[in-house]
């Protein structure tokens, strides 16, 4: 009997993961007095506040692709969406490993590993999904093409 890990059991995980760490940060982390001076806390807020803004900003951009009413899928333009297909994602991830630096701790190493785990593989399928109408050869571009070896013709 194989053991299939759905959607539901990710969504519980990332629960009993989120209340983990609250638990943790609240009740067991202990951080000295200067620790919003320390380079750990400071480069961590900064790498949290860049995902942040490349978050809101992707965000911004995917709201503003459509007009009402409209259900054509277009390709996201401009911003970080020119080097990464899902660039709210790559923010999210980004966030979560900024507040782990900034917090220091092993469950939110943990959580930023397990966001990173559960967006972050989808992301190259997401360069060709829903691509077939931009990606389909149109009737004119493959009349005019020759039909090459290997191929089978319609009249075949």
């Known amino acids: 009997m ?10 519980n995980l990332w629960k009993i993961m989120t209340l983990y760490l609250g ?4 009740y067991c ?3 000295p007095n200067d620790w919003c001076t320390d380079i750990r806390f400071t480069s961590g807020l900064l790498l949290f506040l860049l995902g942040m803004g490349i978050n809101i900003h992707s965000d911004l951009l995917l709201r503003q692709l459509r007009k009402p009413g409209e259900v054509t899928y277009k390709i996201p333009q401009g911003g970080l969406f020119t080097y990464v297909s899902g660039a709210n994602y790559f ?3 980004v966030e979560w490993f900024g507040f782990a630096i900034a917090t220091w701790s092993l469950p939110a190493f943990a959580f930023a590993f397990f966001t990173l785990c559960c967006i972050g593989p989808p992301l190259p399928e997401q360069k060709t999904a829903g691509l077939e109408p931009f990606l389909a050869p149109s009737a004119e571009f493959q009349a005019s093409q020759p039909s090459g070896e290997g191929f089978s013709r319609a009249s075949d």
């Open 29 to 31: 982390a202990e951080y």
């Open 91 to 93: 923010g999210e991830i």
């Open 2 to 11: 194989s053991f299939v890990f759905s959607q539901a059991h990710m969504d």
């Open 23 to 26: 638990y943790y940060l609240i």
